[in-house]
């Protein structure tokens, strides 16, 4: 495995691995890696076989005030774990290589981005899609994954895809959990233990609406109040949106289907975490919570 800080020479290897013959995979992360980036790994050399995995931490998706500066980083680690899954190359730039000056031209959605996560940090999905263009373009990928864990981030990158004409299959994997229903991230590192107990609130709450849900509930709005109410009981998560949506426009729905995305983002002590399920597919790792 090569760990490779310039675009020319990440050019360079892709192209001796196209002119043997390789398909490319691609999984773009901020490392800190856990087993939720390492089970896209594995997704990705299922439909590749030659995986490139990225791991910048990338200022233009952070807003004022929040956690750039103190955001996780082990590339020590990282490298270890990648080898071991089977990463052929990782591409780990600095801020310099990827932004040697101010970005002139950026990726703008002009729809999906206006709510949910994009409510409460404006322009983080602009910072977002413009790095994963940029990262597309430097790597060139057949196929690139990423995780349910971020549903509207993955939603936004394959309407990218479609509407640029990227020549790339975008694969979303689902969500890995620890033991306890709590999805895995890169921040749960910043929780005590204390928070951590509080935390699990999400899990519990989304399994509490599918479990609603297969009992057959079907009122978007009464379930939406549930979930707000589950997470709220107890005090000490302050719940920033609970939303009831549909999976392809992320509209409210009246009455829930299979298809519908709950979607819930909180914050416990200072940490911000997110998560979500659809209601008609399985989340194994939510389903001892049920
Ligand atoms: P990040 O390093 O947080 O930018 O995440 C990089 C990729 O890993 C994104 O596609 C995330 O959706 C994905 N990811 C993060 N956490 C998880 C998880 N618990 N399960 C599956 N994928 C995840």
């Known amino acids: 495995m090569k760990l490779i800080r310039r675009i020319a020479d990440v050019r360079a290897e892709v192209a001796r691995a196209r002119r043997d013959g390789r398909r490319i995979g691609f999984v773009p992360t901020m490392g800190f890696l856990h087993e939720g980036h390492l ?5 990705c050399r299922e439909l ?13 998706q952070f807003g004022p005030g929040e956690d750039l500066e103190r955001y996780p980083r082990d590339l020590e ?46 322009g983080h999905f602009e910072g977002v899609l413009t790095v994963v263009a940029k990262l597309f373009a430097i790597v060139q990928p057949d196929v690139a ?83 707000l109410g589950n997470l709220e009981a107890g005090g000490g998560v302050d719940v920033e949106y609970v939303e009831v949506v549909s999976g392809d426009a992320l509209e409210p729905v009246e009455r829930l289907d299979d298809d519908t ?11 911000r975490l997110i998560d979500n ?13 049920v």
């Open 145 to 227: 994954v990423f995780g349910q864990k971020d549903y509207q981030q993955a939603l936004l990158i394959r309407k990218m895809a479609a509407d640029l004409d990227l020549p790339v299959r975008i694969e979303v994997a689902p969500t890995v959990r620890d033991p306890d229903g709590l999805a895995m991230s890169s921040r749960n590192d910043y929780l005590s233990e204390e928070e951590r107990q509080r935390a699990l609130r999400i899990p519990r709450a989304l399994a509490d609406a599918v479990g609603v849900y297969r009992a057959g509930a079907r009122d978007g709005p009464r379930l939406r109040a549930g979930i």
């Open 48 to 60: 590749s076989d030659w995986v490139v995995l990225s791991i910048f931490v990338n200022p233009l």
């Open 277 to 289: 399920v659809r209601l008609g597919s399985p989340d194994p790792g939510l389903e001892t919570l």
């Open 77 to 122: 680690r990282d490298v270890s774990a990648a080898g071991a899954r089977g990463v052929d190359l990782i591409f780990a730039p600095d801020d310099r290589e990827l932004y040697p000056g101010e970005q002139t031209v950026v990726v703008t959605p002009r729809r999906l981005a206006d709510r949910l996560c994009g409510l409460s940090r404006p």
């Open 261 to 271: 995305l709950v979607a819930v983002a909180v914050r416990v002590g200072g940490t």
């Open 39 to 43: 089970s896209l790994i594995d997704r």
